[in-house]
């Protein structure tokens, strides 16, 4: 029986050679384990930075937006909400429910027409009396003074002119002054009067002026002819 002795010596060289590449392999392992845990985080706040960025600019914009809005926007829309008054729907209602019944609207319009007349009524004081009448003006008379030396000549011109349907005066002689002229004399100012002399001087061929101081004082409110030879 040989003994054989096995040489052991290159096995024990290979089983160190495979725990030193098995001790190698492992650290390298967990440092690439490490790495990939490493980048992961990276990339996961790379992530949150990118929407965080997102978020803000779009905030931004927004807030330009706003900020760009015309002036006075909000105050139009506000006076065009506050012209929609309650009051008008209601108005809007009376006028569609006038239009359904026209002899409604008619008798409240005659009832509204009553009621304004009596209020004007009482304003204006119809229940008083009423003014009295004015006066009817005085007829406007006709002296007639003789200036001439025809005996009578005042009376026959103031039957003429009674017959006339003419308003005499005074009658008389006038002996203070002696007349051009025939002349018919009229108050200063009124036109009616002025208006009388001057038929009267047209008929009796003579002048109209305004009253004189040469005239007597009974004689100032007519008109007052002095009738001469001329």
């Given amino acids: 029986m040989t003994n054989e002795t096995v040489d052991n010596s290159g096995n024990e060289t290979s089983h160190s050679a495979g725990a030193g590449a098995t001790a190698t392999t492992l650290p390298l392992r967990g440092f690439a384990m490490v790495l990939i845990a490493v980048a992961v985080m990276f990339g996961l706040w790379a992530l949150y930075a990118f929407t965080q960025d997102d978020s803000s600019e779009q905030a931004a914009e927004q807030t330009n937006d706003s900020s760009e809005q015309e002036p006075g926007t909000v105050g139009a829309d ?13 108005g809007d209602a009376q006028a569609d429910a006038d239009k359904d019944n026209p002899e409604a609207k008619s008798e409240q319009d005659d009832a509204d027409r009553g009621d304004a007349e009596k209020a004007e009524g009482a304003s204006t004081g119809d229940d008083a009396p009423a003014a009295a009448p004015a006066a009817p003006a005085a007829p406007l008379k006709v002296n007639v003074l003789n200036n001439s030396m025809t005996q009578g000549l005042a009376a026959d011109v103031a039957d003429r002119l009674r017959a006339d349907g003419r308003e005499l005066g005074e009658v008389g002689n006038f002996a203070d002054e002696i007349l051009p002229e025939t002349t018919v004399f009229f108050p200063k100012g009124n036109a009616a009067a002025e208006q009388t002399a001057r038929e009267l001087a047209d008929q ?17 409110d007519g008109v007052t002819i002095v009738l001469t030879d001329n």
């Fill in 78 to 90: 506000t006076a065009e909400q506050s012209t929609d008054i309650p009051g008008d729907e209601a």
């Fill in 204 to 220: 009796y061929h003579g002048v109209a002026r305004e009253h004189s101081n040469i005239l007597p004082d009974n004689t100032r």
